[in-house]
């Protein structure tokens, strides 16, 4: 009796030994997969971080080739440097595809344009036309660049980096959108320069209506989205606008950050003349409105080979606008803007310079707009 019992615990004992055996080779088994797994995603995304880490190098590499193509005023470039043209043909030997160059100041956007003949290419091609997930600031290939385009429309990745169009959600920043520098937009061409004025940024759930190129009621998509924008620029539009649209995705692939900006050389509801009077003793002078609202005259002052007062404004009153106004030299002038019918007197009150005399001149208005 006492064998048989003896007998039947040495067999439970081994029942046990095999259960927990099984079960200890059963967890080692999991570990053993969990640890595959592990090590397979971290070799996955080590790999990923090393091409996004790649690719970014390269479009950083491609910009810099790019920004080589940059004549600047000054020679050299600097925080406050101007550029004095862009070099296209250079641009050109390196994509033939190039027809614009486009900065956003307040951003990291200084890139060369391209286009062909569809929107997917530059998705997935950079500016060397090699292939690249982060792809090139590209142009709509509705675009035509013969000065028909209503909306000239420019794509770019939304980049983690920064890089293509990954700082244009700055614009809806207000440290952004208060600071009058970045409300112009350089875009050349090989025709020159041309100035945008921006005047609608706004984020939106993907659609196809902003990306309008031809329009059976063109003040009514103008109206639209200008009345989209998170603020009123003053900006008064009018159907002979031509308009620059920037677009990217947000952080949800399901949004747009859009930007919309005027030709200032066409279609606002101000005086759109150049006038000039010359002068015996003092060089030639231009003076320049860019667009004017019911409370705001934006203009610019040149004096040749002197200097440059570029987008100074000043807030009107009964048809008067007083300015005080300081250019990047430190120079300072101050006066009235009168506007009345067809007239507009430019009247210098004070001046710090010798080169720029004080009194008033009188233009006859070479526009069939009315500011008013």
Known sequence: MR????SHRNKNKIRLSSKYYNKFV???????????????????????IIKWCKLNE?????????????????????ANSKYSSIDFKKLKEKNDDTVAWIRVNGTNIEYPIVKTNNNDYYLYHSFDKTKSNAGWVFMDYRNKLDG?????IIYGHNRKDGSIFGSLKNILKETWYDEKD?????????????KYQVF????????????????????????????????D????????????TLSTCSSSNKRRIVLHAVDTQTGLSAYKSIWQYPDSTYPEKEFRVNNISDSKVNFDFIVEGITTFENASANITKNIAKFDIKNEGDWN???????????????????????IPTGSTTFTVKSNKSAF
Do not use: P
């Open 182 to 194: 970045n409300l112009e937009i350089e875009f050349w061409t090989e025709n020159g320069k041309e």
């Open 233 to 244: 620029f003053g900006i008064n539009l009018s159907n002979e606008s031509n308009i620059l």
């Open 333 to 355: 002038i101050k006066g009235t803007i009168t506007f009345n019918d067809n007239k507009v007197v430019f009247d210098i009150t004070e001046s710090s310079s010798e080169n």
């Open 148 to 152: 028909t385009d209503k909306n000239i």
């Open 58 to 78: 390269h479009t950083e590499e491609e910009k810099r080739l790019a920004n080589s193509a940059i004549v600047y005023e000054t020679g050299n470039k600097n």
């Open 200 to 231: 609608s940024i706004y984020e939106i759930e993907n659609e196809d209506y902003y990306l309008s190129t031809t329009f059976d009621n063109y003040d009514e998509y103008l109206n639209k989205i200008k009345n989209r924008s998170i603020k």
């Open 26 to 48: 059963k967890q080692n088994r999991i570990f053993t997969i969990l640890q595959i797994v592990f090590l397979i995603s971290f070799i996955i995304s080590l790999t990923q």
């Open 3 to 6: 064998r048989i019992n003896n």
